[in-house]
């Protein structure tokens, strides 16, 4: 199980998704360190620590005599944490909505195929061959693109999954609509800009940092099931990587 959040970053996303769907509006001022304390019975020490985390967000800013104000134009983006299996198991719209956001998914591409479709994660290969069904999917928050998402599925393992509508998440998809359990999930990142061609969804009049996930999941047999090939927008999503002893 991945070790609970503490308290004050808790409370400072509460705070950060009503900045983010507009309850909060640009210039106003975030609750004291003493009203929060009131409000949530925290200590001094975790209301300033509240007041902080925002202003890492880029959120909010601590004005000398005014107080913790909402920045103008607050920096909307998200977090998640890499390598660990619960969270892979999350929905990316689901997550969404939590962090104050209104998803929206467009298909952009679905079609069966005869071949292979490979890719070679921290020096292993990993390959689907055969039957295979690639769905892309655009994910968007706000109306902005977030993520170009292309999963490649063996559909010898995944019978009718060609008649199968959103597959988010698609570990927990493939687990209740196809009885495939997925054991383990291998990822690497990348970094690349939008104008590289690689990608031609992500519209902007400048070049857009993209971040390029490679995935492969696979059975306890060792059983590809699933390659990955998504673009997450850089400027709009953050990775994090959380590990303990």
């Known amino acids: 199980m991945p070790p609970k959040k503490p308290k004050y970053a808790l409370i400072a996303s509460s705070i950060a998704r009503d900045i983010c769907a507009g309850r909060l509006k640009p210039g106003a001022k975030v609750p004291s360190e003493s009203a929060l304390m009131r409000q949530w019975g925290v200590s001094n020490t975790t209301a300033r620590k509240i007041h902080l985390e925002l202003e890492l967000r880029g959120v909010v800013r601590r004005i ?3 107080g913790t104000v909402v920045l103008e134009n607050p920096k909307k983006y998200i977090t998640r944490k890499v390598g660990l299996f619960e969270v892979i198991k999350d929905s990316f719209s689901q997550n969404l909505i939590k ?3 209104s998803p929206r998914v467009e298909i952009a591409e679905r079609k069966m195929f005869r071949g292979s479709e490979s890719v070679e994660i921290d020096g292993n290969f990993f390959e689907i061959r055969g039957k295979i069904f690639k769905i892309r999917t655009l994910r968007y928050a706000n109306s902005v693109l977030f993520k170009d998402e292309t999963l490649f599925i063996d559909a010898g ?3 009718g999954i060609e ?4 597959l988010d998440p698609v570990l927990v998809s493939l687990s209740d ?5 997925i054991d383990s999930v291998s990822r ?3 970094a690349c800009l939008s104008d590289t061609g690689r990608t031609p969804f992500f519209k902007s009049k400048k070049p857009l940092p993209l971040v390029f996930l490679e995935g492969a999941n696979r059975t306890k047999s060792g059983k590809t099931v699933v390659i990955e090939k998504s673009f997450y927008r850089g400027d709009k999503y953050r990775f ?3 590990s303990s002893s």
Do not use: N
């Not at 008649?163 to 959103?166: F, I, L, R, T, W």
């Not at 609509?177 to 359990?181: A, C, I, R």
């Open 64 to 66: 000398k005599g005014k």
């Open 99 to 101: 962090d104050g956001f």
């Open 157 to 159: 393992m995944c019978a």
């Open 163 to 166: 008649d199968a509508g959103d």
């Open 177 to 181: 609509k196809f009885s495939v359990e």
């Open 188 to 190: 690497s990142f990348g």
């Open 240 to 242: 994090s990587v959380e």
